[in-house]
Antibody
């Protein structure tokens, strides 16, 4: 059974840093692209970052230069280092697995339960 | 960036209704569109990929159609378990983008 379990969330002051982790199990982690997606309270879904199997990464403008996604295949773990946090980064953060399909990119077929990050003084 | 626009934002409905949600892309995304269902306090669940491919285990009352810039998600006969928020997402090119969501409510 595929499982994704996020940890590391909590309350942080504006300008602070936080590192999220996602522990993966039930599949060969190294063979899949992995994503972070966030959801502000009462709002919709916003894609945050992706890391490919070869380590290539992409970010939207909203977090580029502040967030860094990484992975440690030996530990079946995904990470999100978040620096210079702002109130607007307050959200539930989900890690998600990109499935396999006939395209270069594929939908997100498994999601973690999410972890809350609150940026406030 | 490719903008995804869903309509309506809220959809009042009753059990047994046929409901349709529309998703429009700001440029052609071919068929690289997914639909997700999200219930309060839960993670999104993938329902449909490549615009019309039903994921394993998803009830056949769900269907998707469309290509290029216009897509629809249809629930043929709404069941109590279907009251949720639905999101479309393009995976044609980064940054991956979601629609703003459609809440199907009683």
């Amino acid at each position: 059974e595929v499982q994704l379990v996020e940890s590391g969330g909590g309350l942080v002051q504006p300008g602070g840093s936080l590192r999220l982790s996602c522990a993966a199990s039930g599949f060969t982690f190294s063979r899949y692209d992995m994503h972070w997606v966030r959801q502000a309270p009462g709002k919709g879904l916003e894609w945050v970052s992706v890391i490919g199997t070869t380590g290539d990464t992409y970010y939207p403008v909203s977090v580029k230069g502040r967030f860094t996604i990484s992975r440690e295949n030996a530990k079946n773990s995904l990470y999100l280092q978040m620096n210079n946090l702002r109130a607007g980064d307050t959200a539930v953060y989900y890690c998600a697995r990109e499935g396999t399909c006939s395209s270069v990119s594929c939908p997100l077929d498994y999601w973690g339960q999410g972890i809350l990050v609150t940026v406030s003084s | 960036d490719i903008q995804m626009t869903q309509s309506p934002s809220t959809l009042p409905a009753s059990v047994g209704d046929r409901v349709t949600i529309t998703c429009r892309a700001s440029q052609s995304i071919s068929s690289w569109l997914a639909w997700y269902q999200q219930k309060p306090g839960k993670a999104p669940k993938l329902l449909i990929s490549k615009a019309s491919n039903l994921e394993s285990g998803v009830p056949s009352r769900f269907s998707g159609s469309g290509s290029a810039t216009e897509f629809t998600l249809t629930i043929s006969s709404l069941q109590p378990d279907d009251f949720a928020t639905y999101y479309c997402q393009q995976y044609h090119s980064p940054p991956w983008t979601f629609g703003q969501g459609t809440k199907v409510e009683i």
